[in-house]
């Protein structure tokens, strides 16, 4: 594992014990109501691990009627919510690091530092609580004024958890050239652009409809070699400036590479070779999330020309650059207007001299 196996988030991925009675920002009747409340409880607002008041009723009346059979799921339940609540207590926003939790001595040792982040604890939280107030809906249906109060309690959970619609993530837009890569029959690597780490998640979905390798990818636990690639490669190096670092990188990590003043097209040429030469084809760039800052940072590192492009997708491939991307910079013309590359021949019957010029406008 990476070096971020030993890294302790027992205070920054903690569940805050308020958290458990707040409806989440998602609820459809009480959201707005408790948003204030939500505001204060950090980590845990986009984790809230709301359990619901019938929830935690059913759970006592079983813990009151079947005492013996409820011991070990209300001490396996308390177990977990000391483990989800992290190395210190936090109440409504306030961390009271006077009152150490045992996530603090045991948060490193196998296997509860597989979770790593302590709030992950709250998906036994559940487990545990639900056979409990399963325990509670069995005491009430032993008694006859007891059945009738589980229809209530019933309406009262699907209120509890009302969330309608369903908040669902679009997923992003699909190009028809990852299709076509899909079916080309080739093995090579890809990178996607804007490079990052959290944008490195959303190219994940990418992946499984074009089936190649990328240059990112996304790990949670990692160290220094995981990026040792990216970072030795010139060109990557400095496409991953002003891109979501890893938090727990050098801050020099990533040199800062080249761009397109100077003699950029003299080091853009042995940059791709490189690439190429290591099973690279494709430089995906994807159009709805790249502004315009971004794709002007893209273009000062790789002054390529797409080989396709539609509203999701640019494409370049780094395999067919310009000729002047390997020698000398390009010749100017006029005003905006660059020669590339110039090709002559005659024609079989000697009748004729052809020659090509291949131009490009600077703007």
Do not use: C
Request: aromatic share 12%; no cysteine.
């Amino acid at each position: 594992v990476g070096a971020t196996a030993g890294i302790d988030e027992g205070l920054s991925k903690q569940t805050d014990l308020l958290a458990y009675l707040v409806p989440p920002d998602i609820h459809s009747l009480w959201a707005d109501r408790f948003m204030p409340v939500l505001e204060r409880l950090g980590y845990s607002k986009g984790f809230t691990p709301y359990t619901g008041l019938a929830v935690l009723a059913l759970a006592l009346i079983g813990v009151f009627v079947w005492r013996k059979q409820a011991i070990y799921w209300l001490i396996s339940l308390a177990l977990w919510i000391l483990l989800a609540a992290g190395s210190a207590l936090r109440f409504n926003g306030q961390l009271y690091e006077g009152i150490p939790l045992p996530y603090r001595w045991l948060g490193q040792l196998f296997p509860i530092s597989v979770l790593r982040a302590p709030d992950r604890f709250n998906l036994l939280v559940v487990f545990s609580l639900a056979v409990l107030a399963g325990l509670g809906v069995a005491a009430l249906q032993r008694h006859r004024l007891g059945r009738w109060a589980i229809l209530p309690l019933a309406a009262l959970l699907a209120l509890e958890f009302a969330v309608v619609p369903m908040p669902m993530k679009r997923l992003p837009a699909q190009s028809p050239f990852l299709e076509q890569m899909a079916t080309d029959g080739e093995s090579y690597a890809v990178v996607d652009y804007p490079l990052g780490y959290n944008h490195a998640k959303r190219w994940l979905i990418y992946q499984t409809w074009h089936g190649k390798a990328t240059v990112e990818g996304h790990m949670s636990r990692y160290d220094q070699d995981t990026y040792a690639y990216i970072a030795a490669q010139p060109l990557l190096s400095a496409l991953y400036q002003g891109a979501e670092r890893p938090s727990l990188l050098p801050a020099d990590y990533f040199p800062a590479g080249t761009s397109a003043a100077g003699d950029a097209p003299l080091a853009l040429g042995p940059g791709l070779r490189q690439l190429a030469s290591d099973g690279l084809r494709y430089v995906l760039l994807h159009r709805p999330f790249t502004d315009a800052g971004r794709m002007a940072h893209f273009q000062s590192i790789m002054p390529l020309m797409p080989v396709y492009q539609d509203d999701a997708l640019t494409v370049y491939d780094v395999t067919r650059p310009w000729s002047n991307h390997y020698g000398a910079p390009a010749t100017p013309l006029s005003p905006g207007v660059e020669l590339l590359q110039a090709t002559s021949r005659i024609d079989p019957d000697g009748l004729a001299l052809r020659v090509q010029l291949i131009t490009q406008m600077t703007g």
